[in-house]
């Protein structure tokens, strides 16, 4: 009986250990699966057995700029930080086509409607009202940053053009004394930054609210005393507290205005002059070298593309800890921080299906490759771009909204559609769906947001849901212009699903 006891209880524990040990080897699957490689549990514990130990962050390679100044570990990241100690110069780097906020010329300016809606829309433009100074004079293949930003973030530029090695076009959001406090701040930054003068920027306003100039015409705009007194600018040439601070008070905000998203995306597009344009957003950074591995990439591997159908090329994105001081500029300081858990997909913990594109793992699993072979006159060793998969957003990435490279012939970004209501590109990659689109994820290139990782729970969600009744607009608009896009271009095939 005893012996049978035993026996039976031997058998017991057998099962537990059977079960806990299925237990385990699902959960490192899960993690394996849903967390990535660089992250899994047996990854940490292969490198601790091979002797590997973790290492701390790696300082980034210094950017090829004459003007960059590393954070340190005890400074949080903010915007424009690399500038300070450094003072404005006397000239500026930009051309201001029709001057200054002091004696803008109203008499020149011509106005223009929005791209998609036109006339019927009720948002206006003036292009280039700071015009680029560095126009590519050749034929050559050439790609533009294409941005939008409001006055409260308008330092997120400065770090955009001292990683990018192009032209950047921007549209500014201007209603009203917007319009002062914007091109009050892109005349310090022109001052500052010898890489402005590749900057192109363009307003959009509503027509029921076209731009002021308060110092030009000695106006007052109710309990605003002063806008140098408004702004503060530093003595040096860092950004204004109250723009870091987020204190800084615009005309949109104290009206309620709704951010036009879209018109902005679609006018920064529309007034590039490159072969090849990157729409994104102001507080997406680039990877160091892109543009001159991107014209190496469309010179070694287009010609090999004989089909006809179209592409366009996509720059996977990924967010960062906000402890996380020095942005990765490189892929392999990028899988670093992956590997550590300081970095994510874009999204990751919010909208699960936003940014995870195909081929993640692959993509973080492989290491840089030989640099292409360059000329003096270009930036020495720019990490090659190289083709990892060829995919279309077709089921089940029919909710992946990727940030690309492509050209000026793209179908344009919903007008209607706000910032506030969200899925704002949605539409556009339902076109591109029906249209056939190749989507070439890039190996070697990445954007990646300013530091900071959004997770769900209760202070996320109150913190959002103010954007509930926007929500509810676009959603309805979002059915109505798929709906005229399916009827314009043709039957939806099966694999463009809506939801």
């Not at 849903?34 to 057995?49: A, Q, W, Y």
């Not at 086509?97 to 223009?112: A, P």
């Not at 920064?268 to 997406?284: I, K, M, N, P």
């Not at 995870?356 to 020495?380: D, M, Y």
Request: glycine content about 4%; proline content about 8%; some cysteine.
């Amino acid at each position: 009986m005893k012996l049978q006891r035993r026996l039976h209880g031997v058998k017991a524990f057998r099962f537990k250990v059977f079960v806990l040990v299925l237990f385990l080897v699902f959960y490192l699957l899960l993690v394996n699966i849903f967390v990535g490689p660089e992250r899994s549990i047996v990854t940490n514990l292969l490198s601790k057995i091979n002797g590997h130990s973790r290492r701390p962050v790696r300082e980034l390679v210094s950017l090829p700029r004459t003007h960059i100044r590393r954070e340190t570990e005890s400074q949080p990241f903010a915007p424009g930080s690399f500038l300070k100690g450094e003072y404005p110069h006397n000239e500026s780097y930009c051309w201001f086509k029709y001057g200054t906020i002091e004696s803008f010329d109203w008499d020149n300016v011509t106005i223009s409607v929005s791209p998609e809606l036109k006339k019927k829309g009720p948002y206006r433009v003036i292009y280039n009202v700071i015009e680029n100074m560095k126009k590519n004079e050749d034929s050559e293949p050439d790609v533009t940053y294409c941005t939008h930003v409001t006055p409260s973030f308008q330092c997120n530029i400065l770090e955009i053009v001292r990683r990018w090695d192009g032209p950047v076009s921007i549209a500014a959001y201007v209603p009203d004394y917007d319009a002062t406090l914007s091109l009050l701040l892109f005349q310090r930054m022109c001052q500052c930054i010898p890489e402005m003068s590749r900057v192109s920027v363009h307003f959009v306003f509503p027509e029921a609210s076209p731009p002021v100039f308060p110092k030009a015409s000695q106006m007052s705009f109710s309990s605003l005393e002063s806008i140098d007194a408004l702004i503060k600018f530093p003595a040096d040439c860092s950004c204004p507290e109250a723009v870091l601070n987020g204190t800084l008070r615009t005309f949109r905000e104290e009206s309620g205005l709704t951010y036009p998203v879209n018109v902005a995306r679609n006018v920064a597009r529309e007034a590039a002059q490159t072969s090849h344009v990157l729409v994104s957003d102001v507080e997406l950074l680039p990877s160091l070298n892109l543009v001159p591995s991107f014209r190496l990439l469309l010179k070694k591997y287009m010609p090999a593309i004989s089909t006809p159908a179209r592409h366009v090329f996509v720059l996977p994105v990924f967010e960062i800890e906000a402890r996380v001081h020095n942005i990765p500029t490189t892929k392999e300081e990028l899988q670093h921080l992956y590997s550590e858990g300081q970095a994510i997909y874009f999204h990751r913990w919010v909208c699960l299906h936003c940014q995870r594109f195909p081929g993640l793992e692959r993509w973080l699993q492989r290491k840089k490759g030989t640099p292409f072979p360059v000329s003096p006159n270009v930036i020495a060793n720019p990490s090659p771009l190289k083709p990892l998969l060829v995919v279309r957003r077709e089921f089940p990435h029919h909710r992946w909204e990727p940030i690309y490279i492509g050209t000026r012939n793209e179908p344009l970004y919903s007008e209607y559609l706000s910032w506030e209501g969200r899925q704002d590109k949605m539409t556009q990659m339902h076109a591109m769906c029906l249209l056939g689109y190749r989507f070439v994820i890039l190996d070697g290139g990445f954007l990646v947001h300013t530091p900071g990782m959004k997770r769900p729970g209760r202070k996320h969600a109150e913190s959002i849901a103010w954007r509930q009744p926007h929500e509810e607009v676009n959603a309805r608009l979002y059915e109505k212009i798929v709906h005229a896009t399916e009827n314009r271009l043709g039957s939806r095939p099966a694999a463009c699903r809506l939801h």
